[in-house]
């Protein structure tokens, strides 16, 4: 039996009777759409969803965005929040609109978060080219905006015909919900099929589940891994996403109790231990503490779990320092499995492979030398993290100072929202994560403007859930600049949010970083032009109000004046936010020089092989002297 439909129509049936099935939890696939209309697509996915709304009131909730790549954003935090069980979709319109989701895209792919995005794209039937909004190229005049989403999708297609909407449907949600797979998944849309009829099979209408695939590790991989790890004297534990992704917490926290072996986090794996565990060594990497870089350089072992390896986290391929390291790496991908020339992956869920190697090393115990140094070395860096964030009589309190008012002021359980600038780093050595959900920071494609929509994806998740808990964005001005105006979706639809707003008048993170690679802050700061300077600017702060701008869209602004409590108000003004009704932005200004404690970390960052600059010069010696240390790892 069949059903006359329209594409559109046929495509938002489908997507609300999907579900995703892990162990004892059932989610929806895909919680609701988000869409910005235009002609594009108002009469195909526009018409489609507002037919099922009257026909099916729950089916599928819409809901409307400021910005295109802002909807990807919030399928992207949504996605983190639930362990990647379930997301949204995403619907834009021909040309600039589908463009506009390209980082987002990109965003999803780089993380490994399940996004559905539908750009509309221009006429099948190419009856009247060219169309409004649509690329022309004379050697391949099939070349559309939508092309440019392959090389950032995970699973990519294009329905010109409505028969093929149901094997590109029943694609994509395979690829949506496949751990080792996952990432943006697009259907490009063009206008004139969206509206068109086909027959559709009551069959792909009925609802379907989706059952997470957790892959058990095979028995002789899991022997070798276990025999290595017994054979180190100073093995070290790398926690990245994969841990959170597979619910893992608990098995991660009694495997490194069991064995005593110490772990260190990446940006996504950070809140996988809490913070104050004594085998937690915090953030490892170019952002890392001295304590995880450290034992990190003399480890034998490194158990990989659940990381992709990233530059941050290997310090440039730096980090790991002992000539004979290798590396034991349990991943359901075995794209990240095998790094490093690994002799020992895993290829398993993480707390399937955890449970597994905690039964081959029921015996194993790391020595006491090792860990008296995790100890010695991890106090040292708390007490590092401490000096740090107190207050302090400042007039300008710095970023470090902030973030630990902004910590004390939190509740255990809330979830704290970043992903650019000088705020990643930071918040790595220095945040008290005290909950596996707490620390949200995206570090993969580390997109300025994330924050605000990301945050709106993590509220969204907490609503869901029934959860009690706050979504803290914590945002510079350079970022909030990029992308802020869903603070207008915030306030259309009740949805709350703490966002605190820290001003330096610059891009802060760029420009500690310009002074080691010999363009000493060129471009970083904010200030009116002059074209016959060296520099092409003055010393005139801009006279730009973001607390109004805030303010404008309808949000709750409290601004911090500079000063020697600046801190203390700050952390009363948090407190305060938690406890209202609706969002707030807190506005403070910093000192933008001062920095948090050294990790003892590396960033590979060339530097000009040839200058006539001095400070060029110095800075290419430094690095050449930290090249040094990079190894292969094969």
């Known amino acids: 039996m069949t059903v006359t439909m329209t594409v559109a129509q046929a495509l938002t049936t489908f997507l609300s009777r999907q579900y995703t099935v892990d162990g004892d939890i059932r989610q929806r696939t895909i919680a609701g759409m988000f869409g910005i209309f235009g002609h594009g697509n108002i009469a195909g996915m526009g018409q489609a969803l507002r037919q099922l709304r009257h026909d099916e009131p729950d089916a599928m909730p819409y809901h409307q965005a400021r910005n295109e790549q802002a909807m990807a954003h919030q399928a992207a935090g949504f996605a983190r929040m639930n362990r990647r069980r379930s997301t949204f979709a995403a619907a834009a319109s021909v040309g600039p609109g589908a463009a506009n989701m390209l980082t987002g895209a990109a965003l999803a792919t780089a993380n490994r978060l399940p996004v559905l995005l539908l750009p509309s794209d221009t006429f099948a039937t190419r009856v009247s080219d060219p169309v409004l909004q649509q690329l022309e190229h004379p050697h391949d005049t099939s070349l559309q905006v939508t092309d440019a989403f392959r090389p950032l999708s995970r699973y990519f297609d294009r329905v010109e015909r409505g028969e093929q909407l149901f094997s590109i449907a029943l694609a994509a949600m395979r690829v949506l919900t496949d751990p080792a797979e996952t990432g943006a998944v697009t259907i490009a849309l063009p206008e004139d099929v969206q509206a068109e009829t086909v027959e559709v099979p009551e069959e792909f209408l009925t609802e379907r589940e989706w059952h997470i695939r957790r892959p058990l590790p095979e028995p002789g991989p899991l022997e070798r891994a276990a025999a290595a790890i017994r054979g180190a004297e100073r093995p070290l534990i790398v926690a990245g996403g994969g841990v959170l992704y597979s619910a893992a917490e608990e098995e991660l926290r009694s495997f490194a109790e069991a064995t005593g072996i110490p772990v260190a986090t990446t940006q996504a794996g950070g809140g996988v231990l809490d913070h104050d565990h004594p085998l937690n060594l915090g953030g490892i990497g170019a952002t890392g503490s001295s304590a995880a870089n450290r034992i990190a350089a003399s480890a034998d072992v490194v158990i990989g779990i659940g990381t992709r390896y990233s530059d941050f986290t290997t310090s440039s391929r730096s980090a790991f320092a002992d000539p004979d390291v290798s590396f034991v790496n349990l991943n359901v991908a075995s794209f990240d499995a095998y790094k490093h020339g690994s002799r020992y992956p895993i290829v398993a869920d993480a707390h399937a492979g955890l449970v597994g190697l905690s039964e081959h090393l029921d015996e194993f115990r790391v020595g006491e030398d090792h860990t008296r140094r995790i100890d010695a070395e991890r106090r040292n860096w708390v007490a590092e993290v401490d000096a740090a964030v107190a207050p302090t009589p400042a007039e300008l309190p710095g970023q470090p100072e902030i973030i630990g008012a902004v910590n004390r002021a939190v509740g255990p359980r809330d979830v704290v929202i970043q992903a650019a600038g000088s705020l990643p780093g930071d918040l790595q050595k220095l945040w008290r994560t005290r909950d596996a959900l707490g620390y949200h920071v995206e570090y993969a494609f580390s997109c300025m403007g994330y924050e605000i929509a990301g945050g709106l994806g993590v509220r969204r998740a907490i609503e869901a859930a029934g959860d009690d808990r706050e979504a803290v964005v914590m945002v510079g001005d350079g970022s909030y600049l990029m992308l802020h105006t869903e603070l207008v979706t915030a306030v259309a639809e009740g949805l709350k949010l703490i966002v605190v707003l820290i001003q330096n008048h610059g891009y802060a993170s760029i420009g500690h970083l310009?002074?080691?690679?010999?363009?000493?802050?060129?471009?970083?700061?904010?200030?009116?032009?002059?074209?016959?300077?060296?520099?092409?600017?003055?010393?005139?702060?801009?006279?730009?109000?973001?607390?109004?701008?805030?303010?404008?869209?309808?949000?709750?602004?409290?601004?911090?004046?500079?000063?020697?409590?600046a801190s203390t108000r700050l952390a009363e003004a948090v407190e305060a936010?938690?406890?209202?009704?609706?969002?707030?932005?807190?506005?403070?200004?910093?000192?933008?020089?001062?920095?948090?404690?050294?990790?003892?970390?590396?960033?590979?960052?060339?530097?000009?092989?040839?200058?006539?600059?001095?400070?060029?010069?110095?800075?290419?010696?430094?690095?050449?002297d930290e090249r040094s240390h990079q190894r292969p790892l094969l």
């Open 514 to 565: 310009s002074e080691t690679v010999g363009a000493p802050r060129f471009g970083t700061w904010y200030r009116r032009y002059d074209a016959d300077s060296p520099e092409f600017r003055t010393d005139e702060i801009l006279p730009v109000d973001l607390a109004a701008n805030a303010r404008s869209y309808g949000v709750d602004v409290v601004e911090i004046d500079p000063g020697p409590s």
């Open 577 to 624: 936010a938690r406890a209202a009704e609706t969002s707030t932005l807190i506005h403070i200004n910093s000192d933008p020089l001062a920095y948090a404690p050294e990790g003892e970390g590396w960033w590979d960052v060339p530097v000009a092989a040839a200058s006539t600059m001095d400070d060029t010069r110095t800075a290419r010696s430094a690095y050449e």
